[in-house]
């Protein structure tokens, strides 16, 4: 599969990501087990997001200059259609996590360190499931289709099951794992297991931890096809993955006050999850433009978030309007 990627390009990314993670655990784990706050949280989102674009600009640069203004017109939509795309897709794992933390209690200075080994797994689960998506649509063209199905038929369950809520106590893994396993009923800071009278105890953190390393492969599942619809450069899918990712730990303390206010973003996801799957079925017979599928994932998350503050505004405003 032709790729604008290089081998020390992959290794200069590799060595950029692994410095991005020492730099988060550094600076955000300065302070212990203390909460990041809203500010904190903004200001890292602002510095991923920017060097995404930074990124991006780099990579037209470069191309531009080597191998002609179209490719690099080309690649470059490319990484920001497919960094768009999966950080609409990494939101809406965000909401999950909030799920999950809201369920098990946990507190928010505890978080944070959950956060960091579920963006660690969610990288290193994309580079895999990329390179074997790559090497199966190198080997057999058809894995395309059933990349597009699968986005389809995950698209039209998000929207029939929007506003039904999840029964966690009713979830077959953490069934399995209060069957099969000795678990503490309450936390031990953030020990993930303790040992008592001799045996072997978990921590509710440990079960935690593995929540979310299960909702990383499923939106893995997911996210990994949809890249995939866009472009099938490898370099361009790892990049636009990544740095998806990066920044998902700041995003989830930012938006995690604010999941009530963009109740309407899943509609939106669902919808964007329906529009990739139905453009890479058409692959053959009519391939959509990046130029479109980037208009239409942006005009959608922007609508489905405008009404989302709308619809939650507008109640408040009757409310302030009824005490008056």
Known sequence: MESI???????????FVLLAIVVDLVVLESKGASKVSFRQALAWSMIWISLALVFNALLWFYLD???GREV????ATEF??????????????????LMLFTFFGVQPMLQRRVLIIGVVGAIVLRAVMILIGAWL??????????FGLILLVTGVKML?????E?????????????????????YQGERFSIVKEGNRWFTPLFVVVAMVAITDVIFAVDSIPAIFAITLDPFIVLTSNVFAVLGLRAMYFMLADLADRFHLLKYGIAFILIFIGIKMLLLDIYKIPV???????GIVLAISMLASIWITRKPRARSAGTRS
Do not use: C
């Not at 649509?137 to 059933?146: D, K, R, T």
């Not at 029939?160 to 039904?164: D, H, I, K, S, T």
């Not at 966690?168 to 000795?182: A, E, F, G, Q, Y």
């Open 291 to 297: 130029g479109f599928a980037l208009s239409v994932v």
């Open 166 to 186: 999840p029964d966690m106590n009713r979830n077959p893994i953490l069934l399995w794992m209060r069957k099969h396993m000795r678990i503490t009923d309450e």
């Open 5 to 15: 990627g290089t081998w020390y390009w992959y290794l200069g990314f590799a060595v």
């Open 80 to 97: 920001f259609t497919g960094y768009l795309l999966e950080k609409s897709l990494a939101v809406d794992n965000l909401f999950v996590f």
């Open 160 to 164: 029939m099951f929007a506003e039904v």
């Open 72 to 75: 690099a017109n080309r690649s």
């Open 137 to 146: 649509i190198a080997q057999f063209h058809w894995v395309l289709y059933l």
């Open 65 to 67: 200059g080597k191998l």
